[in-house]
């Protein structure tokens, strides 16, 4: 059976997302669950776009390999939406 989470979470202060946030399998396994949707509150307390996983929610830093925004959530506040069976 299948379940919508809708959750709003501190940071996680951890480094695997980081490291692999661009593995589903892997971002499913840290956070528990399957991400679909997920927005950032940056430092200035602004909240992003919503952005869905997997679909133009990449980003890359100078001299940094690619990202995507979900790495964020090592070190910001995040909305989820995401299903676990």
């Not at 133009?56 to 959530?73: H, L, V, W």
Request: glycine fraction near 4%.
């Amino acid at each position: 059976m299948l379940c919508i989470i809708e959750e709003t979470k501190e940071p996680l202060n951890n480094e695997d997302i980081v490291t692999h946030c661009l593995d589903i399998d892997k971002v499913s396994k840290i956070l528990g669950y399957n991400p679909l949707f997920y927005k950032i509150q940056w430092f200035n307390g602004n909240w992003s776009e919503w952005y869905k996983y997997g679909n133009s929610d990449s980003y890359q830093k100078d001299n940094e390999p690619p990202r995507r925004y979900i790495a964020c959530f090592n070190d910001h506040r995040y909305k989820v939406v995401g299903i676990t069976e």
